[in-house]
């Protein structure tokens, strides 16, 4: 079988693989995991390192090139540098990312980095470490500092702060955050709070449309960016005096999904076409012997061309989707 480029039946090209390493996570997010991770009756283990290399190995085959490990919290899986090397060594993987709540980051930098990871997203809801507590139930913003510092000394290409902006909880950081990340040369992506099928009522309480970041944005002097051939989502700002940009990823905006060029994998090996979609297509099966590979890739070229349009969330309607940590948000 050829290598070939992967599309759906709306003409996106796929070329991003966001790979869930665990469910499990350390940190109670409000809008995420309020209660802590519960583990199910029935846990699945969660995909092994060789697994996760033949899967890595058919998506390469089929274009993306870019993959970022989230979760859950990977840095909770011990075998994490193991897993980043299997993903950083497959032919045609370019670049390798990661997702972290920071929690012993500081330890881990230089480990993660010489495994192949070489972007790093560190959440930060907060600067104020009460309010920081608040948010994820862990008294641990200068743990967190600490980490991201770590990251600069260990030389990832990319640093990028996420922050999830509520309304009433910690909006009125925006302008302290934003001169934060330019005092610092890190970059910042603000993220809409997305409802799920766990957190309505914080949802409803809480969300804050994007327009209310761009206005403030704008307001200090920072530019809208042109888009990029192939970027994602995201809506990027530069500023004449900061060497690194503020994205929006605003779920809600018209459009959205209209750019999506990302597929996901959750921990136990099921195919997402989306991050609010229904249920999931099951690799796992495929992901037990090199043989299978042409059979995998033919699987996942079948599965993708369904890819809906668009999501329904502006319908209320989030899908089979619990809350981000199940399948990678
Ligand atoms: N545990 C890691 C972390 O928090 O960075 C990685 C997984 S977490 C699901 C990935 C990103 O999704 C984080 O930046 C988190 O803040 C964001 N997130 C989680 N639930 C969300 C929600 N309901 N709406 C918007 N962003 C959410
Ligand atoms: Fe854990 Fe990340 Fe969810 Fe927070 S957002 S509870 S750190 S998975």
Redesign the pocket.
Known sequence: MMATSLHDTHGRRFEYLRL?VTDV?N?R?Q??LPNGYQKPAKAVPPLRPDEIGRAVTAFARLGLWKVRL??????TRTDLPEIARAVAGVPGVRRLAI????WKLAERAQAWRDAGISAI???V?SLDPARFAAITGHDRLGEVLAGVAAARTAGFDTIKL???LMRGVNDDELPAMIDFVAAHDLSL?F??????GS?PD??ARHHLPASAVISQLEARGWQRLPRQMGAGPAIEYGHASARGRIGI?A?YSRDFCASCNRLRLSADGRLHLCLFGDGGIALRPWLQRDEDHDALVARIIAATATKAPAHRLHAGNSGATP???SI??
């Open positions: 869930s996570c940190f997010c809008y995420c989230t979760g859950g919290e990977p840095g997702t972290t709540n920071g997203n560190i959440s809801d996420n922050a999830v992506r993220i809409e709070v997305m409802r799920t957190n914080h949802f990823i779920p809350h981000l940590a990678g948000g």
